[in-house]
Nanobody, 123 residues
Framework: QVQLVESGGGLVQAGGSLRLSCAAS????????AAWFRQGPGQEREFVAG???????SYTDSVRGRFTISRDNAKSTVYLQMNSLKPEETAVYYC?????????????????WGQGTQVTVSS
């Protein structure tokens, strides 16, 4: 059973950048599809970006061109580089993983989750 630990959150001004990391406990993490979700205050958890075990990626429309998801299978780690951050993107960001052949966009379809990392974007 894979365990996920996120890091890299914090406080940043609007227009700034942050890089989130998600470290997995298993060396077989390369076989998992991974994704980043976020949940703002009073909001549902929403898909942000996903990366297939083969390296293919998918983004929600609002972050495409500003966020980049990547993975380093040798380190069992997935990253989310976030640029040009907006105040409305303030949320807890979660890493998720699943053994699937597609990039899933629903949070209910992921079995493994990290504890989340807070991202606060000030205006």
């Amino acid at each position: 059973q894979v365990q996920l630990v996120e890091s890299g959150g914090g406080l940043v001004q609007a227009g700034g950048s942050l890089r989130l990391s998600c470290a997995a406990s298993e060396h077989t993490f390369s076989r998992y599809t991974a994704a980043w979700f976020r949940q703002g205050p009073g909001q549902e958890r929403e898909f942000v970006a996903g990366i297939h075990w083969s390296g293919g990626t998918s983004y929600t429309d609002s972050v495409r061109g500003r966020f980049t998801i990547s993975r380093d299978n040798a380190k069992s780690t997935v990253y989310l580089q976030m640029n040009s951050l907006k105040p409305e993107e303030t949320a807890v960001y979660y890493c998720a993983a699943e053994t699937t052949y597609t990039i899933l966009r629903s949070s209910t379809q992921y079995t493994f989750w990290g504890q989340g990392t807070q991202v606060t974007v000030s205006s």
